[in-house]
T-cell receptor, first 108, second 114 residues
Framework: KNEVEQSPQNLTAQEGEFITINCSYSVGISALHWLQQHPGGGIVSLFMLSSGKKKHGRLIATINIQEKHSSLHITASHPRDSAVYICAAETSGSRLTFGEGTQLTVNP | GAVVSQHPSWVICKSGTSVKIECRSLDFQATTMFWYRQFPKQSLMLMATSNEGSKATYEQGVEKDKFLINHASLTLSTLTVTSAHPEDSSFYIC??????????FGPGTRLLVL
């Protein structure tokens, strides 16, 4: 069993739909990261969470420390949101353990 | 925002040669940088933690004599893949830690060993 698990692995949505990607982890963490990886491979850090909820534009990330679970939500999805979304658990020394990623495709 | 660059972005080499990949933090100093590897359709895997002025810390299963890491300045870490073989073909990504808190990722280097 991976230390960080994401679901779903693949997600296809129509433009405008509300999207949720889930992440569960089994290790003790200092923070939980959500990253976006574009087709060319470049990675952008979206959120770093240690508790509660954060919002940036159409993106919302939540974390439940007791349940060791985090979700990434995208409201009013757009084709440009198509990418791989990765959650990563940060442990000691800022080391990251990554989930396998969720491939999101948003169709116009 | 903070910018991290990698060079080269693409490299193709013959089996047995060594390849050096540079990771630079362009507008901030980073005492800690990380090197990751990603095989096709797989997740990122941490290879090693690079600390300025000291030896890198390697993850279990990563050969330190094969993947040489040098972090000689606060803005530059290098990863050298020695005697590269086709199984080393992968996407290598670095990140730099800003203020010991936020990781900024480089754009990655695709290595193809023939």
């Amino acid at each position: 069993k991976n230390e960080v698990e994401q679901s779903p692995q693949n997600l296809t949505a129509q433009e405008g739909e509300f999207i949720t990607i889930n992440c569960s982890y089994s290790v003790g963490i200092s923070a939980l990261h959500w990253l976006q990886q574009h087709p060319g491979g470049g990675i952008v850090s979206l959120f770093m969470l240690s508790s509660g909820k954060k919002k940036h534009g159409r993106l919302i990330a939540t974390i439940n420390i007791q349940e060791k679970h985090s979700s990434l939500h995208i409201t009013a999805s757009h084709p440009r949101d198509s990418a791989v979304y990765i959650c990563a658990a940060e442990t000691s020394g800022s080391r990251l353990t990554f989930g396998e990623g969720t491939q999101l495709t948003v169709n116009p | 925002g903070a910018v991290v660059s990698q060079h080269p972005s693409w490299v193709i080499c013959k089996s047995g040669t060594s390849v050096k990949i540079e990771c630079r933090s362009l507008d901030f100093q980073a005492t800690t940088m990380f090197w990751y590897r990603q095989f096709p359709k797989q997740s990122l895997m941490l290879m090693a933690t690079s600390n300025e002025g000291s030896k890198a810390t390697y993850e279990q299963g990563v050969e330190k004599d094969k993947f040489l890491i040098n972090h000689a300045s606060l803005t530059l870490s290098t990863l050298t893949v020695t005697s590269a073989h086709p199984e080393d073909s992968s996407f290598y990504i670095c990140s730099a830690l800003l203020a010991q808190e936020t990781q900024y990722f480089g754009p990655g280097t695709r290595l193809l060993v023939l």
